[in-house]
């Protein structure tokens, strides 16, 4: 992969960050409502200081052309429920959580989800294949408000095992994790199995057991890194899903993640907490597919990006 396909995919980010942002900008103001709305009527004046304050007094295109000019500058602007708190300082808090919430949900879903798959390709249509594939199909059925919950109950309530909510010990981390990367962990489960059953006819692997190998050598020493290849494809989407998927989990959960603070500030008309974590989760979702593109090449030297 040359310098040049890089450079490609850097530059084609910018029209589309650029379309990104004028399209979520302007989306929130249409919105009914605002960041001063509420049940309690604000007087008149008092509305008039926090518009001229915020710069809400001035048309909207003029606003939108303020904001472009702040976020050259990496400023996300003041929010406008949390008193006295820059959307950046609001970030730079909630998005380690979020991070670390992402990370371990992603480490479960490709341990659990690589050892099923690659245990059902090992020994196809037996009950090592079936019983793996149909909890796989489970896990892609069931959506994470479903299976928070039923873990909350059966872990935290019954059994009294683990901690329901709360983000402190390393006891907190494994119920919201687990309900994050369970469905993931079913896709690739699925994908592995499929990559590992089509490269068991390549004719290297016929020749690899034709010298005598077992099938467990010839699937991790020659199989694997050819079988693992639609795996690293879906782990952009997956961990880019994964990290924006946390705003279910982290409300379950109570988790101070940002995911918590985009719903709340959906809530709340606030404009710019919206804004900014809108704009984190697309600069994450083009990163993470940006680093897989360039595993892939490593994997399989057959891929050539022009």
């Known amino acids: 992969m040359g310098l040049t396909y890089i450079l490609k995919r850097l530059l084609v980010m910018i029209p589309v960050f650029l379309l990104v942002v004028t399209l979520v900008f302007f989306m929130i103001r249409f919105a009914p409502g605002g960041p001063f709305s509420s049940e309690k009527k604000v007087p008149a004046q008092v509305l008039k200081n926090l518009e001229a304050k915020y710069h809400m007094d001035e048309p909207l ?26 959307v950046n300082e609001i970030i730079a808090e909630a998005l380690p959580v979020s991070m670390e919430l992402g990370l371990i949900s992603l480490f479960w879903a490709l341990l659990i989800g690589i050892s099923a798959g690659g245990l059902a390709a090992l020994k196809p249509n037996s ?29 935290g309530l019954w059994l009294g095992w683990l901690p329901v909510a709360g983000w402190n010990s390393w006891q907190d981390r494994v119920l919201p994790s687990l309900t994050l990367g369970f469905a993931y962990a079913a896709y690739i489960s699925r994908l592995t199995r ?44 997956a961990l880019a899903g994964i990290i924006t998927g946390a705003l279910v989990t982290e409300t379950i959960f109570n988790i101070p993640g940002l995911g918590r603070f985009f719903i709340e500030s959906a809530l709340n008309r606030d404009y710019t907490v919206v804004m900014g974590t809108s704009l984190l989760y697309f600069s994450l979702i083009f990163l993470c597919n940006f680093l897989v593109d360039i595993v892939y090449v490593i994997l399989d030297p057959r891929v050539r990006y022009e």
């Open 61 to 86: 295109f003029q606003q939108y052309l303020r904001y472009l000019g702040d976020l050259s500058r990496f400023d996300l602007g003041p929010s406008f429920k949390h008193s006295n708190r820059t």
């Open 127 to 155: 009950l090592y294949d079936y019983i793996p594939m149909s909890l796989s199909i489970m896990g892609i059925c069931l959506p994470t408000f479903v299976v928070g919950p039923v873990l909350v109950l059966i872990f």
């Open 194 to 237: 499929g990559g590992f059953m089509e490269i068991r006819h390549q004719d290297f692997i016929r020749t690899a057991r034709a010298k005598g190998l077992s099938e467990k050598q010839i699937l991790i020493k020659h199989a694997l890194r050819g079988g693992i290849l639609p795996v690293v494809s879906y782990l952009g989407p």
